[in-house]
Structures are given as structure tokens and as C-alpha cells.
């Protein structure tokens, strides 16, 4: 059974930084294209960030390009999202999610969300300004 925790979430203000880290199991990590994905009440879950298989090559959406750093760590099965400079708008729920292999080792672009087969529960973000 493929579990995905993620956590980090919290409340902050305006132009400051979390990290989120999703924790999986029961799943060959270490195949899958993994992503963040958010989304902010009444809207559409976006593809915020996503990385290949071996965090070789990764992609950002522009609105957090420069801002946000995605990274993974095969050894602990693990995936983080570094936010940096957090906007209010950048409140949302927060989703790792692990893409499907039909697709190979590497992130489509832009992410979208019919192409992941594995989600966590998600880690609520909220900046203030």
C-alpha cells in the first residue's frame, strides 16, 4: 500500500520561509517523477514544482520561480519543497504527488494533475500579510 505524508505546513507572514517534506512508502521511490502540486480554496490544484527521478533536472511554475526549491533524497524516500520569500498568495493547500511511470523517469511540463497516480494528504500553507 503506497503511503505519502507530507508535513511542514504552517502559518507565516509575508517573506518568510517554510519547508515541507513528503515522507512515502510502498512504492519504488526512487521510479517516480515526484511534484507539488497546491491548491487555494475555489481554485484549480496547480503543479507548482517537479523533479525527475534522480532530482537531475526539475521545473518551477513562474509564479514561484526563484522563490521555491524543490529537492528529493532516494535514501529516505523522501521529497521537500524549500519556500523562500512566501507571498499571501502562496496560501493554499500543499500536495506531494508521485507521476505515473507510463511517462518515464523524467517530469512532463507542465505538471498535470490527471498524470500523477499516487497523492498525500496535503500540508496547509498559510502566509499573512
Known amino acids: 500500500q503506497v503511503q505519502m505524508m507530507e508535513s511542514g505546513g504552517d502559518s507565516v507572514q509575508a517573506g518568510g520561509s517554510l519547508r515541507l517534506s513528503c515522507i512515502t512508502s510502498?512504492?519504488?521511490?526512487?521510479?517516480?517523477?515526484m511534484a507539488w502540486f497546491r491548491q487555494a480554496p475555489g481554485k484549480e490544484r496547480e503543479g507548482v514544482s517537479c523533479?525527475?527521478?534522480?532530482?537531475?533536472?526539475?521545473w518551477y511554475s513562474d509564479s514561484v520561480k526563484g522563490r521555491f526549491t524543490i529537492s528529493r533524497d532516494n535514501a529516505r524516500n523522501a521529497l521537500y519543497l524549500q519556500m523562500n520569500s512566501l507571498k499571501p498568495e502562496d496560501t493554499a493547500m500543499y500536495y506531494c504527488?508521485?507521476?505515473?511511470?507510463?511517462?518515464?523517469?523524467?517530469?512532463?511540463?507542465?505538471?498535470?494533475?490527471?498524470?500523477?497516480?499516487?497523492w498525500g494528504q496535503g500540508t496547509q500553507v498559510t502566509v499573512s500579510s
Open positions: 504527488a508521485a507521476q505515473s511511470r507510463s511517462y518515464g523517469n523524467k517530469c512532463l511540463i507542465p505538471p498535470e494533475r490527471a498524470d500523477f497516480v499516487y
Open positions: 510502498g512504492l519504488t521511490y526512487d521510479h517516480y517523477p
Open positions: 523533479t525527475s527521478w534522480n532530482g537531475g533536472s526539475s
